[in-house]
């Protein structure tokens, strides 16, 4: 995250401080931060008595956000709420006897759930004068002992037919994915999308996988004979050696080709590997779009041979320096994206005359030949 100095407030005045609070857009409690950036700004203009009758927070209280600020150099995330779980928390303490029942009647009907469990708990305890418990409470019994191992996760139960023995399927945990959500991009490299486009011709299959740079429309593609996470993570691996600026996130959809191999691929590289949601394309409008372009302009020209990568991607590569350094784009002011980017990013006029003619073809051309897999 993109963090803003209080230095600035000490500056220029709080009212210019507020325009950067979007630059907190990655902070997991970015509500909770521009809430009190505005007590504060509050503060400042009306006074102690006037905050405490508007927000029910007294002059300590703000005095104490401003102090974190000041120890942590100014930086945004130091206003962020901390941790409120308590640091020893009740244990629920269930009777021998319940706990006991629960388990022999789920081991002896396996996946039943706290419904069928209950009334039959009810009666059992009954007879042996305990108070029976709700059906709530036996559900979170059973939670209790799936977490300690004693009752299966899964009720998928399945042979192997090599070792003879019947084997628990354990479900797989989901892993949380990061969403772009409200993330804007303001520099080259903040946000890249990437795709695969899938080509079927000659009873043969070939996938393209492509990226662009929303800000800059910079674009780059690369055919391979498969779509796995490892050409995933060799895709990457290009783009990040081609591109003209460091890349800092990466957007895809939830492909198995952006999985494994490519999210380690991210991980080394210290990328920020943002999601789609699942059937919701238009997220990645921008390559959508681009993906239709080079299949229009390009793919169709060369289909004859996309049976081999290495050839295809040769002319590709070709198509590809003319797209970004001539090819004019509506969306930067009809220019190519090259120039756009060393027009409005490179301050030294000089060092951006130089590179223009230089940087792109000289990258690209260094890796036509890869091998394309």
Request: with cysteine; net charge positive; proline share 6%.
């Amino acid at each position: 995250m993109k963090q803003v100095y209080i230095e600035s407030y000490f500056r220029n005045g709080y009212s210019r401080f507020m325009k950067y609070i979007h630059d907190v857009f990655d902070h997991p409690k970015r509500v909770s931060i521009e809430r009190r950036l505005e007590i504060i700004q509050f503060f400042e203009e009306f006074g102690a008595e006037a905050t405490r009758r508007a927000f029910s927070k007294s002059r300590s209280t703000i005095y104490l956000w401003k102090q974190k600020l000041k120890k942590a150099g100014g930086k945004l995330s130091a206003l962020a709420p901390g941790d409120k779980t308590p640091i020893s928390k009740r244990k629920r303490l269930v009777p021998p006897f319940i706990l006991d029942f629960i388990l022999k009647y789920r081991t002896d009907h396996p996946g039943v759930d706290k419904t069928t469990i209950t009334p039959v708990l009810a009666v059992a305890c009954q007879h042996a004068g305990i108070k029976p418990v709700s059906e709530s409470t036996v559900g979170r019994i059973i939670h209790d002992l799936k977490e300690r191992g004693r009752l299966p996760k899964s009720n998928k139960i399945t042979i192997n037919a090599r070792l003879d023995k019947l084997v628990v399927r354990e479900p797989r945990l989901r892993k949380k994915k990061a969403r772009r959500k409200g993330f804007l991009p303001q520099q080259p490299g903040d946000l890249t999308q990437m795709d695969t486009v899938s080509i079927f011709t000659d009873g043969i299959k070939r996938y393209i996988f492509t990226a662009i740079d929303i800000r800059t429309r910079f674009a780059f593609a690369y055919a391979y004979k498969s779509n796995s996470s490892t050409c995933g993570s060799d895709f990457l691996v290009k783009y990040l050696k081609v591109a003209p600026f460091a890349t800092r996130r990466i957007q895809t959809d939830n492909g198995s080709e952006f999985a494994k191999h490519f999210e380690e691929a991210c991980e080394l590289k210290g990328l920020v590997h943002f999601f789609n949601y699942p059937k919701h394309p238009e997220a990645n409008g921008y390559l959508e779009r681009f993906n239709r372009t080079i299949q229009e302009q390009f793919v169709n020209r060369y289909i004859d041979i996309l049976d081999e990568p290495d050839d295809f991607n040769r002319e590709l590569m070709e198509y590809l320096i003319w797209y970004d350094t001539e090819k004019p784009h509506r969306g930067i002011g009809n220019l190519p994206p090259l120039r756009y980017y060393l027009d409005n990013f490179i301050i030294n006029p000089e060092k951006s005359n130089m590179l223009w003619t230089l940087t792109m073809p000289a990258k690209v051309q260094k890796h036509i030949g890869l091998r394309g897999r």
